[in-house]
């Protein structure tokens, strides 16, 4: 074990050059990164109940000014809010560009529907709906914010499941006929069984063609009271936390760039493969997400194809395919001589397939392809005292294998992740030659790129960690082809 390495945490880099590891210090200290082009005002349009509009509002005026931690919590886990004028050098209204509420009674009769894809589908047009009115009288607005009651968080998911409501189920079978064919009678519309069983996933893929990115916050979320659990409410992070994470995302969906890495390595990419089943037997729907050297995510669209592979969880392309996606991730960079692409993907990769991304490549650039998983047989590192395993532990098997600590006890903030013992990530370079140790850096620096936050870091890097939630949108409906490829749409 003496070859074990602990990486620094990644610096980030913020207006006027300033350094540092954690976002929120940054921010306090130096102000987001693009000081100069940053949006002066973040406009946005609100839709929700008439509650679910008020609390925003609350919510709104309460983080315009300082919000400090309460003297029994930890400001270093908990660091003060200092406003988001402040922090964002940017102004947030109270008021909204454009507002409108929805009937609360139409929405939780749409929301009990005992059929999952017409119950989702309908609640998902109520608000979909009112987007498009808004998006039509031209409203200035840089950002949608949807205020979900928690009835629709609780019934309007894959995994919901309640008693009672109106209508009645349909059956596994029936579901995956209905896209392909009309009733004698139509009762139903076809359409709504190809969308995603999931109101996140399924409002994202729907309100694209709208160009306006998507903030979803639950209403209870915007609770001002403390973080304990009073009358049956959910239990919530301090006010500053959620103030922290909810301006984030608004100021990087309104076209604002918080942060980026700094010190990478220029002429470097790295790029995310995934695959995602779609509705349609024997077809999966490839994606990519790239990051380069300035830390901006850009999603790929893929071809479709029967990519799997009889062992569960595989999937491979063809070499042309192949080819195509690296080809269009590329094109999306800026012009400049590219050195190196790292391809991170989940399964392994053929020979064929390797043979399509390298043909994608330019002259002179150097592929690598690291798959990067969750280590699954159960390895644990143990250190001694009451705290795991540091956050940026690297253990390198072999010169082409290795893992690496994403999560894990941070001396910055004097706490680990959860109550589990911390699970490494396994690299495996399964093509190509590069430095393993290179590898494991940029990968741990990779965790630091998700704005729909404001944390120190993630447990995997942007190029895996966010495959799901990309894929479901990408595949919810499968004639979505003018997807956006900016990844606020996704987040």
């Not at 309908?122 to 009288?137: G, H, L, Y």
């Not at 349909?170 to 009309?182: A, G, N, T, V, Y």
Request: proline residues 6%.
């Amino acid at each position: 074990m003496n070859n074990l390495t602990v990486f620094a945490e990644p610096k980030l880099e913020f207006a006027n050059g300033g350094i540092l590891e954690h976002p929120r210090d940054g921010l306090t200290l130096f102000g987001p990164l693009d000081s100069k082009t940053r949006p002066e005002e973040l406009s946005y349009a609100i839709i929700g109940t008439q509650s679910g509009v008020a609390a925003f509002g609350d919510f709104a005026r309460a983080i315009t000014r300082p919000i400090l931690t309460d003297d029994h919590l930890s400001d270093v886990l908990w660091p003060h809010f200092p406003g988001f004028e402040e922090a964002f050098h940017a102004g947030l209204s109270a008021e909204p560009a454009w507002t409108e509420e929805l009937d609360t009674l139409d929405l939780k009769n749409a929301a009990t529907e005992r059929d999952d894809h017409k119950r989702i589908f309908e609640v998902v047009s109520i608000f979909v709906n009112r987007m498009k009115a808004a998006n039509v009288s031209k409203t200035p607005a840089r950002v949608f914010v949807v205020v979900v009651p928690d009835f629709v968080y609780t019934n309007c998911r894959s995994v919901s499941r309640f008693p009672g409501g109106h209508g009645h189920r349909i059956s596994k079978r029936e579901q995956r006929l209905r896209p392909l064919m009309l009733d004698f009678f139509e009762a139903y519309e076809p359409e709504q069984y190809s969308w995603s069983l999931d109101f996140r996933y399924q409002i994202k893929a729907r309100a694209m063609d709208l160009g306006i990115p998507v903030q979803i916050v639950r209403e209870s979320t915007l609770r001002l009271a403390g973080p304990g659990r009073r009358g049956g409410w959910r239990q919530l992070t301090p006010l500053s936390d959620r103030a922290w994470n909810l301006s984030t995302a608004l100021y990087n969906k309104a076209g604002g760039k918080p942060w980026k890495l700094h010190a990478v390595r220029e002429g470097v990419c790295h790029v995310g493969v995934s695959f995602k089943d779609t509705d349609v037997p024997n077809t999966v729907c490839s994606f990519a997400q790239m990051f380069g050297d300035d830390g901006d995510g850009t999603v790929i669209l893929g071809d479709e194809g029967d990519w799997a592979s009889p062992r569960k969880g595989e999937y491979h392309l063809n070499k042309e395919s192949a080819a195509r996606l690296l080809s269009r991730a590329l094109k999306s960079l800026p012009d400049k001589k590219l050195k190196e692409v790292f391809l991170h993907c989940r399964s392994p990769v053929t020979e064929e397939e390797f043979a399509g991304y390298q043909a994608a490549c330019p002259e002179g650039a150097r592929l690598a392809v690291i798959r990067v998983a969750p280590e699954r047989t159960g390895l644990r590192l143990y250190r001694g005292g009451a705290q795991p395993v540091l956050r940026g532990t690297f253990w390198p098997m072999s010169p082409k294998r290795g893992l690496l600590w994403c999560s894990g006890f941070k001396p910055r903030l004097r706490v680990h992740d959860g109550p589990e013992v911390p699970h490494p990530l396994y690299l495996d370079v399964q093509h190509g030659d590069c430095d393993l140790e290179q590898v494991a850096r940029d990968i741990f620096a990779l965790t630091k790129v998700n704005y729909n936050g404001c944390s120190l870091g993630e447990n995997q890097p942007a190029t895996t960690h966010l495959s799901r939630v990309v894929g479901e949108i990408l595949a919810s409906h499968r004639t979505l082809r003018n997807c956006k490829s900016e990844f606020k749409f996704y987040i």
